[in-house]
């Protein structure tokens, strides 16, 4: 059973340029988060999607997007890059439903990005 | 709103010891709370959590918490440290609710090195 895979693992960016980064969630999950994780410090939470909706999102500005496709996977869209955008992004999953969800984030090993 | 705090950005413990990460929270309403831990260039794995009943938690790896509601602190615990516990450790409170929702804050983590 695969667990939650993200492409690609490394990448680098300029200034202005645009990004994306992509998620498949482990399998039987629907449920995909993004966290934002800078260098020396603990992960922040992006958004949440579920049923192809944005469904909860973090103190983040317009420039970071997503989509969610029928399959559950995920992408998480950057516009606009700054210095500061250069981080580890993690996707992780979940399953909802009531009996479903143990509350357990299933993380991927992230997509390490750098903006020059 | 929601907060956590991990006092101390580096832990060390010699192999065998009995060892603590502590974390201290701040939570609306009632608390779902976890840990996760990171290794070297990976994703985080969840160890964790405390959603309602026992306040004494056992996870993964041998790993317990403490869920103490009235200093409001989560501190994780094991009884005889081993050099491969060596990782970033996260204490992570949780908005939402069993829905698959759950929406973590995470604090800067605290570096644990086991030394043989």
């Known amino acids: 059973d695969a667990g939650v895979t993200q492409s690609p693992t490394h990448l680098i960016k300029t200034r202005g340029q645009q990004v994306t980064l992509r998620c498949s969630p482990k399998s039987g999950h629907d449920t995909v988060s993004w966290y934002q994780q800078a260098l020396g410090q603990g992960p922040q939470f992006i958004f949440q999607?579920?049923?192809?909706?944005?469904?909860q999102r973090g103190n983040f500005p317009d420039r970071f997007s997503g989509h969610q496709f029928p399959n559950y996977s995920s992408e998480l869209n950057v516009n606009a890059l700054l210095l500061g955008d250069s981080a580890l992004y993690l996707c992780a999953s979940s399953p909802t439903g009531w009996g479903k969800d143990t509350g357990e984030l299933f993380f991927g090993e992230g997509s390490r990005l750098t903006v020059l | 709103a929601q907060s956590v705090a991990q006092p101390e950005d580096q832990v060390n413990v010699a192999e065998g010891n009995p060892l603590t990460v502590k974390c201290t929270y701040s939570?609306?309403?009632?608390?779902?709370l976890f840990w996760y831990v990171q290794y070297p260039n990976r994703g985080l794995q969840f160890l964790l959590k405390?959603?309602?009943?026992?306040?004494l938690v056992k996870g993964s790896y041998g790993f317990e918490a403490e869920f103490n509601k009235s200093q409001t602190s989560f501190h994780l615990k094991k009884p005889s440290a081993l050099v491969s516990d060596s990782a970033l450790y996260f204490c992570a409170p949780a908005r939402g609710s069993g829905a698959g929702s759950y929406q973590l804050t995470f604090g800067k983590g605290t570096k644990l090195s086991v030394i043989p």
């Open positions: 999607y579920y049923e192809e909706e944005e469904r």
């Open positions: 939570v609306s309403g009632n608390p779902y």
């Open positions: 405390y959603i309602t009943g026992d306040n």
